[in-house]
Nanobody
Framework: QVQLVESGGGLVQTGGSLTLSCAASGRAFSRYAMGWFRQAPGKEREFVAV????????YYADSVKGRFTISRDNAGNTVYLRMDSLKPEDTAVYYC?????????????????????WGHGTQVTVSS
């Protein structure tokens, strides 16, 4: 398992940008696919983006494709989510998570239940 801590959230205007960071403890981080999810008030948690352990493959929700970019630095135990052209509907608590089912997997699962370690989240608010 890994422990995850998100940072970088805040208040931004429509059309603005933010970069979220997720710092992981432990050497196991580099073995796992990493994902970002979000949860808006009154809504269920939803998938945003995922990146394989090597960083070679990524997958995005249709709602953020072309605007968000997920990346990782395995040497620094950190995964990032660059968010551009932000919209009010992007307002949510953003969580990073590790797919701890299998090491060195090329899976790009989007299922919440496949991610065994979660951070506590960081708030992103986009004003109109």
């Amino acid at each position: 398992q890994v422990q995850l801590v998100e940072s970088g959230g805040g208040l931004v205007q429509t059309g603005g940008s933010l970069t979220l960071s997720c710092a992981a403890s432990g050497r196991a981080f580099s073995r796992y696919a990493m994902g970002w999810f979000r949860q808006a008030p009154g809504k269920e948690r939803e998938f945003v983006a995922v990146i394989t352990w090597s960083g070679g493959s990524t997958y995005y929700a249709d709602s953020v494709k072309g605007r968000f970019t997920i990346s990782r630095d395995n040497a620094g135990n950190t995964v990032y989510l660059r968010m551009d052209s932000l919209k009010p509907e992007d307002t949510a608590v953003y969580y990073c998570a590790a797919d701890t089912r299998t090491s060195y997997s090329y899976s790009t699962s989007r299922r919440i239940e496949d991610f065994g370690s979660w951070g506590h989240g960081t708030q992103v608010t986009v004003s109109s």
